[in-house]
Every structure is written in structure tokens, then in C-alpha cells.
T-cell receptor
Framework: AQSVAQPEDQVNVAEGNPLTVKCTYS??????LFWYVQYPNRGLQFLLK????DNLVKGSYGFEAEFNKSQTSFHLKKPSALVSDSALYFC???????????????WGAGTKLIIKP | GAGVSQSPSNKVTEKGKDVELRCDPI?????LYWYRQSLGQGLEFLIY????????KSGLPSDRFSAERTGGSVSTLTIQRTQQEDSAVYLC?????????????FGPGTRLTVT
């Protein structure tokens, strides 16, 4: 079955340290992978996506993610965390078996990122 | 505005009443999605509209929930005979073939409280 896993409900990082939010996926074809962020009391915002090409994708607010096909992972990273990065992060994948005209995404359960000063 | 809008932003209703939630997608976006999110939790898919195709209703939790999309634009999610477990934030999103077609743009949500 197609699925996305975010194995950590919560990640705690000290300000200034590097952060990683993990995501693994299981789809039958070539995945399209996404990260979204939800700041407190705000809507979901797109951060970055991997469709094809360079495995390292750079996005908004200094975030990046690396597509690793052999490990079926798409972990979100940032070299130096800010307190303002504290938010709920969602990983999502497009299920290629749905066909080219179906735009639905499979969503992970979300990871709460807490950056402590 | 250029983004997805939802109304009302907050709705408090008594158990057993019907409610209607509205979503205005980004102009020209062919795909529209409804999700439900309980406090601080993940996204629960409800329904998906794509152009003139039949909607994917597989996520609707019961027959008290229904949605329609008129003229390929505005969508209304209706919950009949509301129950306390319906309390959540209801999110709408839209996407477009031309603009990174799988990238979904979200509205601010409607916070529904059933008392």
C-alpha cells in the first residue's frame, strides 16, 4: 500500500543547532515528494518539493531536503535552527498509481518541531 | 485576493444543527480538496474535486457529510445533524495543472466547534 511515514511525533532542537525532520515513503513508481509547514494559528504553507533532477532540493526559509531513493526517504533539514522554525511539519507524496490527471497527495501524520532558545 | 479563502473563519453550533462551510479556490485551479484537522493533529482527507470528473468522496466519515462544487469554482461542505466529534478545523486547498500541479495551496481553515 502507498504510504508516508513520519516516525517522530516531536523533534526538539536547540537554537543554532542543525535540525532534521524525517520522512520515509512507500509508493510503487517514481515519487513526487513535498514538505509543508503549519505555523501556530496559521494555514499550511508549501516549503519545497522533489519531482526529478538533483536529489538535494532547497526551499523556503533556508530549509532543504534530500531525496534518497535507496532508503526511500526525504528528510527535511536546516543547518541552523531558529526559534521561529517551531511549527508542525508535514511530508506528502504523490501516488503515481492514481494516474496523471489525479493530483491527490498522501500525507504523513506530521512532526512537531520545537526549537528551544 | 490571490489565495484560497474560506468562510466563516469560526463557527460555533449546537449539536444536531446543520452547518455549511465555504471555500473559494484560487481562480483557474481545477482541483479542490477538503481536509479535517483535529487540534495539532494530522490531515484527514475528506473529498477531492477535479474538473468535471466525479468527486472522490472516499474520505467522508459518514453520510452526514456532503460537498458540492458549483461551476468548477466555489465549494460548500455541509455537515448535517452535527455531533461533538465533528469539532475540528476544516481546511480547503486547491491546485492547478499549470502551476506545479501537485502543489496544494491551502486556505486559513474554518474552526468548527459543536457544543
Amino acid at each position: 500500500a502507498q504510504s508516508v511515514a513520519q516516525p517522530e511525533d516531536q523533534v526538539n532542537v536547540a537554537e543554532g543547532n542543525p535540525l532534521t525532520v524525517k520522512c520515509t515513503y512507500s509508493v510503487s513508481g517514481n515519487p513526487y515528494l513535498f514538505w509543508y509547514v503549519q505555523y501556530p494559528n496559521r494555514g499550511l504553507q508549501f516549503l519545497l518539493k522533489y519531482i526529478t533532477g538533483d536529489n538535494l532540493v532547497k526551499g523556503s526559509y533556508g530549509f532543504e531536503a534530500e531525496f534518497n531513493k535507496s532508503q526511500t526517504s526525504f528528510h527535511l533539514k536546516k543547518p541552523s535552527a531558529l526559534v521561529s522554525d517551531s511549527a508542525l511539519y508535514f511530508c506528502a507524496v504523490r501516488d503515481p498509481s492514481l494516474g496523471d490527471s489525479n493530483y491527490q497527495l498522501i500525507w504523513g501524520a506530521g512532526t512537531k518541531l520545537i526549537i528551544k532558545p | 485576493g490571490a489565495g484560497v479563502s474560506q468562510s466563516p473563519s469560526n463557527k460555533v453550533t449546537e449539536k444536531g444543527k446543520d452547518v455549511e462551510l465555504r471555500c473559494d479556490p484560487i481562480s483557474g485551479h481545477t482541483a479542490l480538496y477538503w481536509y479535517r484537522q483535529s487540534l495539532g493533529q494530522g490531515l484527514e482527507f475528506l473529498i477531492y474535486f477535479q474538473g468535471n470528473s466525479a468527486p472522490d468522496k472516499s474520505g467522508l466519515p459518514s453520510d452526514r457529510f456532503s460537498a458540492e462544487r458549483t461551476g468548477g469554482s466555489v465549494s460548500t461542505l455541509t455537515i448535517q445533524r452535527t455531533q461533538q466529534e465533528d469539532s475540528a478545523v476544516y481546511l480547503c486547498a486547491s491546485s492547478n495543472r499549470l502551476a506545479g500541479r501537485y502543489e496544494q495551496y491551502f486556505g486559513p481553515g474554518t474552526r468548527l466547534t459543536v457544543t
